[in-house]
């Protein structure tokens, strides 16, 4: 019997309700389901023999869904109770004749691409040291100072070629379903979620020379801590894994070889979420 995970945001209130209906469904058609709810503190569920996960949330209940499920090509079914709803284009209204489709094998899957972020820490004898932190993101991996009004020195790689010399308050390293996100608010470029790139954009650089930047899907970006008068600094993926980082660490991020499939993710669920969200509606408000 087939088997479905329904992850389920904890702070929603009508999540609860919709998850009974969402069990009630799929029995009805031969379907096991095992919920997953997501409180403050993010449980680590293993989604290992699912055939599909939906998600009883925002963009965020998402974003965790899809690095757990993207290694086993589980596809996600976001069912949208937050605000932006970039990612998650299934409307609480819509949900049965959406799920309906996607059952059926009538309803599109977009594949996205996420980003591998690595984390080596250099031994006390300056040798090349061992993997302390790993994970995927599908939005973003952010660097930055854990305090206010101090800067991060970084230096900052692409491919092995020296790219530079950053101080700011952190960068944000983008796929292209982030670039709506944190990218966006330092100033990053609103990307197509079907190319396959990678966004750089500095936050609140102290030189106006530092702007974002465009890579192509092979970019390996290494991003040095250097000293920086005491300031500490915390690696984010996701907004939901976090871990301090220490001097001369090293972040790694690259394309990772995994993509997750979403359903009802479509350019028409992302072109919609634009206007309606952000204005793009060509009026004198826009």
């Known amino acids: 019997m ?17 998850a009974g209906d969402l069990q009630k469904f799929l029995s009805e058609r ?75 094998d009538n309803l599109p899957l977009a594949e996205r691409s996420l980003i591998q972020v690595c984390v080596r820490r250099q031994c006390a004898s300056g040798k090349k040291g061992a993997d302390v ?25 692409c491919n092995d070629e020296p ?6 308050d952190g960068v944000v390293v983008a796929t292209p379903t982030g670039s709506t996100a944190y990218s966006a608010a330092a100033g990053g470029p609103i990307v197509d979620p079907d190319l396959d790139v990678l966004v750089f954009s500095p936050i609140c650089p102290f030189s106006l020379s530092s702007r974002p930047i465009v890579m192509h899907q092979s970019a390996r970006i290494e991003i ?9 600094l915390l690696l984010s993926c996701d907004g939901q894994r976090v871990f301090p980082l220490e001097e001369d660490d090293i972040i790694e991020i690259r394309r990772a070889d995994t ?5 009802g993710c479509d350019s028409k669920v992302f072109y919609t979420a634009l206007k309606s969200k952000l204005n793009w509606s060509g009026g004198p408000h826009a």
């Open 2 to 18: 087939k088997k479905c995970a329904i992850v389920i945001n904890t702070y929603k209130e009508e999540a609860a309700a919709i």
């Open 133 to 157: 932190f790993n994970s995927t993101a599908l939005n973003d991996a952010v660097i930055k100072v854990a305090g206010a009004a101090q800067i991060a020195e970084l230096s900052v790689s």
């Open 224 to 232: 040095q801590v250097l000293p920086s008068r005491g300031a500490k």
């Open 163 to 168: 790219f530079g010399h950053i101080r700011s």
């Open 259 to 263: 993509t997750v499939q979403l359903a």
């Open 30 to 104: 031969n379907y096991l389901t095992e919920l997953f709810p997501l409180e403050r503190e993010l449980a680590d569920y293993d989604f290992s023999g699912c055939n599909f996960a939906v998600t009883l949330g925002g963009d965020g209940t998402v974003l965790y869904a899809a690095r757990h499920c993207a290694p086993l090509s589980i596809p996600v079914f976001p069912i949208n109770l937050g605000q932006f709803g970039f990612i998650a284009g299934i409307s609480k209204t819509a949900w049965q004749e959406k799920l309906s489709l996607f059952l059926d």
